[in-house]
């Protein structure tokens, strides 16, 4: 969110931009502020279908008024914050995830003058990443809560495995570096967990590129080279490149032999 917020900031010029998440049905809690000049709106509790924010977040589409003050289509339990940090227009942007609104990205003025289409489209964009980070985050705990159960049988390894390669094609993309570490760090606490199964580890260590890597997850989650490169962003001819790397660095002749061996090496789970 204080990525976003940044962004957002940066881009159109708005002096101030907040933000937070729904911590409870239909209730958000203001937790980033960027250009603030006063804490009025931190902490401030939203209700669903209460002030801009809230009614952005009952019709899960952006809103945005001129003059807050003198708004008529909303509702006014704010305006004392709102005119303590003397704001004047506001737009109001759902971060929308799986048809489900998880939170409220603010952008605001100082001055009653309407928003162009390029900041409304700036606050958009900037929702739009939190939504793909709040994709990943559910997907990273939703894997850490696979680790903690105890692995049973070849079909919930197969759940593992699937997950590691679709996050490691999704690393590449994320914007904000902390999430991207902390995708990574998951991916290889996956790659490290021992299958019950499995054979034997590698006697000599390996260093695989991140990308060979990527590409290797995909070829073992069965992908052909072109849906890897689709699910990577990358060339056909590029993915082949990788592979042809990662075989020679494993020693192996084969895409099977390369996954095996990249298993054994602890570089997939």
Not at 36 to 54: C, D, E, K, P, Q
Not at 58 to 82: K, M
Request: aromatic share 2%; proline share 5%.
């Amino acid at each position: 969110m204080r990525a976003a917020l940044a962004r957002l900031r940066a881009a159109t010029g708005l002096p101030v931009a907040f933000g937070g998440l729904l911590h409870e049905a239909g209730r958000l809690r203001i937790a980033e502020l960027t250009g603030a000049a006063t804490g009025a709106l931190r902490g401030l509790g939203i209700s669903s279908g209460n002030g801009l924010g809230g009614k952005s977040i009952a019709l899960a589409r952006p809103c945005a008024v001129t003059d807050y003050r003198e708004a008529r289509h909303i509702s006014h339990e704010y305006d004392a914050a709102v005119a303590a940090e003397g704001l004047r227009s506001v737009v109001a942007v759902p971060v929308v995830v799986r048809r489900e609104v998880r939170g409220v990205l603010y952008g605001a003025l100082r001055s009653a003058l309407p928003f162009g289409e390029r900041v409304l489209d700036a606050a958009v964009s900037a929702a739009r990443d939190i939504e793909q980070a709040l994709v990943v985050r559910d997907e990273v705990r939703r894997l850490l809560s696979v680790t903690r159960e105890p692995v049973a049988g070849a079909g919930a390894w197969e759940e593992v495995r699937a997950a590691h390669g679709e996050l490691r094609a999704l690393a590449p993309r994320i914007a904000d570096p902390g999430l991207r570490e902390e995708l990574l760090a998951v991916c290889g606490r996956l790659a490290g967990a021992v299958e019950p199964a499995r054979a034997e580890p590698c006697s000599f260590p390996v260093a695989l590129a991140p990308r060979e890597v990527d590409v290797l997850a995909c070829v073992a989650a069965g992908s052909t080279n072109a849906a890897a490169a689709e699910a990577l962003g990358l060339r056909p001819e590029t993915v082949k490149g990788y592979l042809r790397a990662a075989m020679r660095k494993l020693g192996a002749h084969t895409r099977l032999e390369a996954v095996v061996a990249a298993r054994r090496a602890g570089l997939l789970p």
